[in-house]
């Protein structure tokens, strides 16, 4: 509670980052994953491979960039900094552990920005009287010539754009439960176009399902964390227990079904068999 506080005063963060309530999001994960290590090793370490092979694609490899890079947690940063020429981690906020592991290297950096494309506007016309939810604007990576990317990862972040939105939306507008899908899927929709706007290999790991199980293991809700929105098959799928027994309930825990999705560099698609 004590680390989670200092670490809220001191991390640099932009001010939205802070008013849309994303920081405090932010350093609740670094506390679960202290809470729950062991069992989310498997998840992380899949991740991992999963960047790791998706490097492997990667014909040049001048600048990859880390969606959702957060704690590091899931990044494999020392292999992205020997193999890219430069690597960018961005989030909304990077904490002190993600700041000192990118000390390490000469080309590894951080940079700020909103990739949901809505908390501008969320702060200056919902929070200001707007009467509907914004359309997600997602604005260009500071510093980053998308032409020199020839790697994108989107790292567990996909599902999670929506709902510190979502949260800070319901506090002021009274939205129906279609209209807030509506809003939640056009922000994962924009997060899709974004990632295909690159012409690199674009690697999205993101979880799909959120299930909710009893003590014998059986599921007895689960939810679509992407509300509907359809992807492509994906290459690997694998179980996040994300809130074992004990994080929300003690009759119930929480496990996510999380996919990857690699999709090679644009002028390595539908190239002919010789
Ligand atoms: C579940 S964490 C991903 C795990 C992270 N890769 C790690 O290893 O710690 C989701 C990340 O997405 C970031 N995020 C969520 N919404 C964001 C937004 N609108 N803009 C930028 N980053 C955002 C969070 O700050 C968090 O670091």
Redesign the pocket.
């Known amino acids: 509670m004590i680390l989670e506080a200092l670490e809220y005063a001191t991390i640099p963060a932009p001010p939205w980052a802070r008013r849309t309530g994303?920081l405090r999001?932010?350093i609740a994960?670094e506390g679960r994953?202290r809470r729950h290590k062991a069992a989310w090793r498997p998840h992380?370490d899949n991740t991992k491979s999963t960047i790791m092979a998706a490097i492997t694609r990667c014909k040049r490899r001048r600048t990859a960039l880390v969606?959702?890079?957060?704690?590091?947690?899931?990044?494999p940063l020392a292999p992205l900094a020997a193999h890219f020429d430069r690597v960018v981690l961005?989030?909304?906020?990077h904490p002190w552990r993600a700041r000192a592991a990118a000390l390490r290297f000469r080309n590894v950096a951080h940079v700020h920005?909103?990739?949901?494309g809505v908390?501008d506007a969320l702060l200056l016309g919902v929070a200001g009287g707007a009467d509907t939810p914004p359309d997600p604007r997602i604005s260009a990576i500071p510093n980053v010539a998308p032409d020199q990317v020839d790697l994108v990862v989107s790292?567990?972040?996909m599902s999670?754009?929506p709902l510190?939105?979502s949260a800070f939306v319901a506090r002021f507008l009274p939205l129906d439960a279609a209209a807030e899908t509506r809003f939640a899927r056009a922000i994962l929709q924009a997060h899709l176009d974004f990632m295909h706007g690159f012409t690199g290999v674009t690697c999205l790991i993101t979880d799909q399902t959120r299930e909710t199980i009893d003590r014998d293991g059986e599921t007895v809700h689960a939810k679509d964390a992407l509300f509907g929105l359809d992807l492509p098959d994906p290459d690997r799928e694998w179980i996040w227990d994300i809130a074992p027994l004990g994080e929300i309930s003690r009759a119930e825990a929480v496990r996510n079904r999380v996919l990857a999705i690699t999709t090679p560099a644009k002028d390595q698609q539908n190239t002919p068999s010789p």
């Open positions: 994303h999001e932010l994960v994953y992380l969606l959702g890079s957060g704690a590091l947690y899931d990044i961005v989030d909304a906020a920005a909103d990739l949901s908390c790292a567990n972040l999670q754009l510190v939105p």
